[in-house]
């Protein structure tokens, strides 16, 4: 027997009296790092626990009570679920705030798209642009539709002025207190205010794309348009899908900007789901009907959210 072979052979003979048992560390360690996992992951579960699963259960007590917020709480069963069918007003809350979402959705991606493509490269200025679009959104929509309520003023806003300026407009638009022009001056400041979220999640992605895929289409002749189609949109489905997803659940969560700028007026043109909710548990002291409908709406968000996570999950 050669040398070599001795030696592989005591080399194997080491490596099977040296391997560590299966399973990790063997009983008798002083580590335990099972224990040490359940220990670690203990704060997170009680986090969940307090303030997500205690709170849920109490939420569906109160949905299946009539829960006045002030008076005698009576149990009433599904009568508040079933009470929902028959909300009229429930049902236009739920059809204006489906589309707004499908007016604000589809902006909101090609501007982000847009700014994403022109700061996605390292040149002069391109940090300063990422900073200015994405300012709207590190604001806040509250603050920025404060912001609006005194510049849609008639006569002394200065969207008033700026489009009497430029001979749009004589002036004097009462923004806030028509349906649709509110509508329409809320979904503009919405696209403005998040687009640049949209603008960071494709920009990182595109920046993760190597710049060879580019080079070699460009030396078989693919314009920038191309380009675009058959490698960085193939390539960002998922992230695009992900940002498309977290934009859908924010519109249908949508409540500050109206709350701040109508209060869902005139009347109830401008009232989205949230606010109608918001509406009866405070307003109309219903807290138990409230609870209802906002379980409902988890329900659908979390429908929304689970299609967010098979989009993610599908195979090329």
Known sequence: ?????????????GRRRSAPVRGGVGRGSLTHPSRTGLLLVTPAVLF??????????????????????????????LKNYGAIVSDAAFAKSVLYTLLYTVIVTGPIL???????????????????????FFLPFVVGLSTLSFVTVLEAQPDSGVINIVLRELG????TTAWLVDGPLATGLICVLVVWAVSGLTMMLLMAGMQAI?????????????????????????????TIAMAVIISVIGSLLAFSQFY??????????????????????FVQLQLGAATALSIVLVIVVGLVTAAQFRLLREKD
């Open 260 to 281: 701040i700028l109508t209060r869902g007026g005139p009347g109830t043109d401008t009232t989205t789901v949230v606010q109608y909710i918001y509406n009866r548990a």
């Open 1 to 13: 027997m050669s040398t070599a072979v001795r030696d592989a052979r005591r080399v194997q003979t």
């Open 48 to 77: 969940v626990a307090v303030f997500v699963l205690v709170p849920l259960a109490f939420a569906l007590v109160i949905s299946l009570t009539n829960w006045p917020l002030i008076g005698t709480v009576k149990f009433s069963g």
């Open 210 to 238: 190597p710049r060879e895929y580019y080079e070699s289409a460009a030396l078989d002749g693919a314009g920038w348009w191309k380009q675009e189609r058959e490698i960085t949109i193939p390539i960002l489905r998922r």
């Open 168 to 171: 749009i407009t004589d002036g």
């Open 110 to 132: 090609v501007l982000g798209y847009a700014l994403a493509v022109l700061v996605r490269r390292k040149r002069r200025g391109s940090t300063l642009l990422r900073t200015v």
